[in-house]
């Protein structure tokens, strides 16, 4: 195997200077609460005083117990009509006493003093929304632009402005008919309300109470004792020191020497891009020759950092809407699990450095992000994708709801943030297109763009089944052994399709040069020397590049043509030309001017290839025979120095050989023979 040696190009390290420039331009400037404590447990820390005002805020628990109290009252608004009482009186001037007239006065009396405080209209809300109304008889009353609150005690209902108007009546008439007397003056009808009851208002006026809740309640002063040396932190001292950090981290400015402050981002700053280097070398270090993807994985680091550090300083509480898992899915469409697994599990780190509640956030999409890769193997097409962020959005709530267990039940209740969760699940569907674009960006292909590739109805695998029929069942053939060595060792199955597919499309520019493709009775090769024979072979890897070229495969692509016969040699040819007396040093013309395979993938197409090509050679398909074959061919490659460069284990390469044999076993197979039905006599 080739000795691993850390990059020497300076176009290697130059990104990785800009990203730690990046980190550290956006590492936090204020000093952080670096006190650790719990509910429940005792405060091991020496005893905390306030260095400065507080004001003491309100837990989320709170919060939603005062929304509650604030939606189930509303408070009704009136708005004062003045004309109407100058209306009424007038009524009251014209209206035809008789001999009664003496009791004008004292209507107008009472009639004044009931507008001066106000008769309210009747109201039309439905029966079980009354109860929320007037819940402390309360009332707004909007007089001259201004709205007063007031107690609906201190003003008329259209009833009791009746009743007393009714009284005042029968005080001055006593023993007359009062009910013909106000009948006939039609005094019945003389109140009209003048607090005329605003719906729309009265909604805008209980959404802004709800909204408008303070936050805190009450103020802590500076010198006050929060918490001793060994006291239990109890809901009363955590809710202090949840306020305190809050005004810590957001206020307090740092009043050391700077100097030292750089020194930590720095050391910090540098630290982060050291561990993302070194687990690129650790896991694949040939990604720092594939410097496209190279750079993409460094963009999709900067990105996760950026990210935390704009919400940690606009609204924390955004960490719950940003669909991190996306860093999962965004690596895993262009690169494998486990160096995916590890390059997100770094991308996590800054929340670490910018959140309050850091290691909460980090567990909780470590552990969706992880699933997240698990289940999207499995639903990534079309709407199951919202599968995927359902199962997301479920892991996140379990471990966040974990959290708030710690804390007591009733952290539960805070339903806003499984409202964020969800939206941020939804999200991860609605920005996974943008995956598209990074592909153009960075040139990379994607495991939705080889499947695409795969499909066999495309133009030029439909030219490759029109004019070379052989090669094309051949192709498909390899395609298939090549799936199930890949799956059995944890490759690329999307890629190695995709290039067994390809890897002999060179063959369409000549496709009665080989076997599989001749027409009955014709020998292509009959008046061709061996020389010319394996140069006329060996042609149709240059050809298959022309072709990729042309149709724009991708790099992917092209690179199983140039490696799928390394370095080899045409061996019929060979073999035939030494056996005729050929010179041994003039043999240059019989090997394949090549690429040896570096790639797992591009290992198991060549060994695939080789042996469904001379499998077809067999006249006896016994297990021993094919094991044998299969045992020949890549003992033969290895011996030949094709595998010196790629990256396989030993271990490896063994299940890919006990996986070709079994998949041909099973290809050739013996068939029952079906008995002749005799003749009926």
């Keep these: 195997m080739e000795k691993v040696n850390f990059p020497r190009k300076f176009k290697v390290y130059l990104p990785l200077v800009l990203l730690f420039f990046l980190v ?8 952080k609460f670096s006190y650790d404590y719990k509910k429940g447990s005792p405060w091991m820390y020496e005893t905390l005083i306030s260095q400065f005002d507080f004001p003491i805020l309100k837990t989320e628990l709170q919060m939603q117990q005062e929304r509650d ?13 003045a004309g109407v009482a100058s209306e009424v009186g007038k009524r009251i001037s014209g209206m035809e006493l008789g001999v009664h007239s003496y009791m004008r006065r004292n209507v107008a009396d009472v009639v004044g003093q009931i507008y001066s405080k106000g008769v309210l209209s009747p109201r039309t809300e439905l029966p079980e929304d009354q109860e929320r109304y007037g819940t402390e008889n309360l009332i707004f009353i909007q007089k001259d632009r201004r709205a007063v609150k007031v107690s609906s005690a201190e003003v008329y209902t259209l009833e009791l402005a009746n009743s007393l108007l009714r009284k005042t009546v029968e005080e001055c008439c006593a023993g007359c008919n009062v009910d013909s007397l106000i009948s006939a003056t039609s005094m019945n009808t003389l109140i009209v309300p003048d607090l005329i009851y605003d719906q729309q208002i009265t909604d805008l006026v209980h959404e802004e109470m709800v909204d408008n809740i303070s936050g805190t309640q009450g103020v802590a002063r500076a010198g006050q004792v929060i918490v001793s040396n060994g006291e239990i932190v109890t809901a009363e001292i955590e809710q202090l020191l949840d306020s305190y950090r809050e005004e810590y981290d957001s206020s307090v400015g740092y009043d050391g020497n700077t100097a030292w402050q750089w020194l930590g981002n720095i ?16 896991c694949n270090y040939r990604i720092f020759a594939q410097y496209n993807k190279y750079l993409y994985l460094l963009m999709i680091f900067a990105l996760s950092v950026i990210a ?6 606009t609204d924390p509480d955004l960490f719950y809407l940003v669909p991190f898992t996306l860093i999962a899915l965004y690596l895993l469409a262009f690169f494998k699990k486990r160096l995916v697994f590890i390059v997100y599990v770094i991308s996590l780190l800054p929340m670490l450095l910018f959140a309050a509640n850091g290691m909460e956030l980090f567990i909780m999409y470590l552990t ?4 997240c890769m698990l289940v999207f193997s499995y639903f990534n097409r079309g709407w199951l994708q919202f599968v995927t962020a359902l199962i997301v959005f479920a892991v996140m709530v379990l471990v966040w709801s974990a959290f708030r267990l710690i804390d007591g ?7 806003h943030t499984v409202i964020d969760m969800a939206l941020g699940s939804l999200l991860s569907v609605a920005c996974y297109p943008l995956i598209f674009l990074f592909e153009k960006m960075f040139r990379l292909v994607s495991n939705s763009k080889l499947v695409e590739l795969s499909d066999t109805s495309n133009k030029l695998l439909r030219l490759l089944a029109d004019q070379a029929p052989g090669t094309f069942q051949h192709s498909l053939q390899v395609m298939n052994i090549a799936d199930a060595a890949a799956r059995s060792i944890d490759a690329n199955v999307p890629l190695i399709r995709a290039g067994a597919l390809y890897h002999d499309i060179g063959k369409i520019a000549n496709p009665q040069c080989f076997t599989e493709n001749e027409n009955p009775g014709v020998n292509y090769h009959a008046s061709l020397s061996p020389k010319e024979s394996a140069q006329e072979i060996i042609r149709h890897v240059a050809d298959g590049l022309a072709l990729a070229e042309k149709y724009n495969l991708p790099d992917v692509i092209k690179d199983f043509i140039r490696t799928h016969h390394g370095t080899t040699c045409t061996g019929y040819f060979y073999a035939k030309y030494l056996n005729a007396g050929g010179d041994p040093d003039d043999v240059a013309d019989f090997y394949y001017d090549g690429v040896k395979p570096t790639e797992k993938e591009q290992v198991i197409l060549m060994l695939c290839d080789a042996v469904e090509a001379a499998s077809r050679s067999l006249k006896d398909y016994s297990p021993e025979n094919v094991s044998a074959l299969v045992d020949r061919i890549i003992d033969g490659k290895a011996d030949a120095g094709q595998l010196a460069d790629a990256d396989i284990s030993l271990k490896e390469l063994n299940i890919v050989r006990e996986v070709i044999k079994s998949y041909l076993q099973q290809m050739y197979h013996s068939r029952v023979v079906y008995p002749r039905r005799r003749a009926r006599k």
């Design 267 to 282: 050391i910090i700053a540098f630290s982060l891009v050291l561990i993302l280097f070194l687990s690129i070398y650790y």
């Design 409 to 415: 039940p009733d952290g539960l209740k805070t339903y």
């Design 308 to 313: 935390s550090s704009i919400v940690a300083r």
């Design 368 to 371: 969706a992000g992880a699933v």
């Design 24 to 31: 550290l331009a956006i590492m936090p400037r204020n000093p």
């Design 69 to 81: 109290r604030a939606g189930s009252a509303v408070i009704p608004y009136y708005r004062l009509d």
